[in-house]
């Protein structure tokens, strides 16, 4: 590919040069990338994939020359190199790998599955050297495909989910598709398993987090620098206010006074508590606290969040440092997905509806249909200020950045798309078709 006249090559040779030093954190060159916008909290070491891109380029560009100026002789010296350095590294590191306990039959397989299409290769080139080329490449190519089938055909088996994530009946008993949270006590149930169960666990933990939601563990969990962040007490307040409606409990855990076991078996029991708020809900009393660390403080000092709840700022009406009722509205309807949340409300007063929605940016809000800005609530959550009426509140969850990144990739693929069929004009001899 490198001894083609396209100027293409140096892009794939760049790329492929980019990918490995990147995988590689070749210092200053990784420095510069990690200290671009979003690439700034990318795992940038996965950028070896482009090395594979332009690997694979710069090879389908060599098989069309060799097929256009019918170079079968070159196939067969790098055939028959790569089958001698294949034996070469095969004999060389045959007895460390057999003291790493591999089995032999697996260490034999894997050197025959390199080697036996290379020499297949090679018999190839001499049976077609004439005037054959188009037959060689696209036996290469189906060669290829057959190697790498057999070879990977075994490292990832394919095993029925129900192997490792069987049906559980005690979490059937928990309703699905409604807004309300789960959580389980201690290590009861490992969290980010609960996906594929379909239960929304207020647990667990991720690569990147919020900072305010952080600030609050403190409030209901007992958080664990490395893994998720435990619930001990199911009962704590903040949980109540966080949606928790359903918990599992180990099998001999006392069930707190006023809530009820739903389901219960040898492995554990489902307990509900009656006191959970729904997702979206209208506080009886309001106060405005500026300072994050006297807001977690206030916060921790409340045991009923139904009736009480504090705004990050600015006062959505008159001064509210200290405690002022809300307006009177109710919910009438609430709808829930996953990424959005539709709240209509009936306000008679200028009132505040609250969320217990993390307030990651990326969130939209828009009341009958016009964009508003929301108001901070409890420390890390979103809440909205309506007027007198009758309203629909729409929350959608719609990041910049991804609304960018499709951007750049649907305007990417257009000009890709237009250069394909406009770009070059007539085809060049020795071009692809």
Known sequence: ????????????????????ALWARIPILTDGVSSLPLLDIAVNERFAFVATFGLVSLAALGLQKIRDERKTRFL????????????????????????????????????????????????????????????????????????????????????????????????EKIPRGGPYRFAAVGYTFVPNISALYEVEDVRGYEAMTFRPLVETFPLWCEPQAVWFNRVDD???????FLNVRYVLAPPRFAVPPGWKAIASERGGQILENPSA???????SWLRVE???????????????????????????????????????ARIVKLGYRPDALRIDVSAEETAVVAT?????????????????????????????????????????????????????????????LYLLRFGSGRPAPGDLE
């Not at 009923?304 to 504090?310: C, I, K, L, T």
């Not at 009341?367 to 509140?393: C, M, Q, T, W």
Request: hydrophobic share 50%.
């Open 1 to 20: 590919g490198l001894l083609d006249r396209r100027r293409e090559r140096w892009a794939f040779l760049a790329l492929t040069v980019l990918g490995l």
């Open 76 to 171: 067969e010296i790098s055939s028959a190199a790569m089958a001698v350095l294949v034996t070469a590294v095969f004999v060389l590191n045959r007895g460390r790998l057999q003291k790493l306990e591999m089995p032999l039959s697996y260490l034999n397989s894997r050197f025959l599955f390199q080697l036996v299409p290379l020499l297949l290769a090679l018999v190839l080139c001499a049976a077609f050297r004439v005037g054959r080329s188009g037959v060689v490449c696209a036996s290469l190519l189906v060669l290829v495909v057959l190697q790498r089938g057999a070879e990977t055909v075994s490292l990832y088996p394919t095993i029925p989910n129900r192997a490792f994530y069987p049906p559980i009946p005690l979490l």
């Open 234 to 240: 199911p009962t704590r307040p903040f949980l109540a």
């Open 277 to 283: 708020l729904p997702r979206a809900f209208v506080p």
């Open 290 to 328: 500026d300072d994050s660390a006297r807001r977690v403080e206030l916060l921790r000092s409340l045991t009923d969040f139904a009736r009480y709840g504090v705004l990050n700022g600015p006062a959505p009406f008159g001064d509210a440092k200290s405690w002022r009722r809300n307006g009177a």
């Open 356 to 416: 217990s929605v993390t307030a990651w940016p990326g969130w939209r809000v828009r009341v009958d249909g016009r964009s508003v800005k929301p108001l901070g609530y409890n420390h890390a959550f979103l809440a909205v200020r309506v007027e007198p009426g009758a309203h629909v509140i729409d929350f959608a969850y719609r990041p910049a950045s991804v609304v960018l990144g499709f951007s750049i990739s649907f305007l990417t693929l257009c000009l890709a």
